[in-house]
């Protein structure tokens, strides 16, 4: 039986080693694979070089017209980072703008039809990752389960004074 030092150092090691795990590599990116696979050749290069968070401003647009201010608010981004990756996604011919009616100072951001697709295909993927973790995890008791859930939940709720977690 291993002391809870122990285990707290092994759950260290641990948790930095599933971190560098989930995390894909440069040489490698499984996630822009998957894309690609399901896009049609002309849409691929865009699916490769966009950004991650490109990739997920446009998965915000998929769920309604919105401006970039609402975009901004909807992902928790700055306005000025959304406003530099929309851009990104206008010249990629993903998203387009149009004037809202009775608003000349700000537009409306809506997918095109290549926009629907690529936003269909990251859903996708994302659909695919958590089946793949939810068949990963089916083999845990709900009490094993429970513990998980409750250590997760307290790391994302902990804080950082300078280097230390803090609960």
């Not at 769920?63 to 608010?73: H, M, N, Q, R, Y």
């Not at 387009?96 to 269909?120: M, Y």
Request: charged share 30%.
């Amino acid at each position: 039986m291993k002391t809870k030092s122990g285990l707290i150092a092994d759950i260290n090691v641990l948790v930095g080693a599933v971190g560098d795990k989930l995390r894909s590599d440069d040489d490698s990116d499984d996630e822009r694979d998957f894309m690609v696979q399901r896009c049609p050749k002309r849409l691929q290069s865009s699916v490769r070089s966009l950004p991650t968070l490109s990739m997920h401003l446009l998965a915000a647009i998929a769920e309604g017209p919105v401006s970039v201010v609402g975009l901004a608010t909807r992902s928790g981004q700055l306005k000025g980072t959304v406003s530099k990756h929309v851009q990104r996604l206008v010249e990629a011919g993903l998203v387009a703008r149009s004037p809202i009616p009775g608003n000349r100072k700000e537009l409306e951001l809506r997918l095109t039809a290549d926009g629907r697709l690529v936003a269909d295909v990251h859903r996708q993927m994302h659909d695919e990752m958590a089946l793949g973790l939810r068949d990963f995890l089916t083999r845990y008791t709900n009490a094993e389960l429970e513990v998980l859930v409750k250590v997760l939940g307290d790391l994302l709720a902990a804080r950082k004074d300078g280097v230390r977690l803090v609960p």
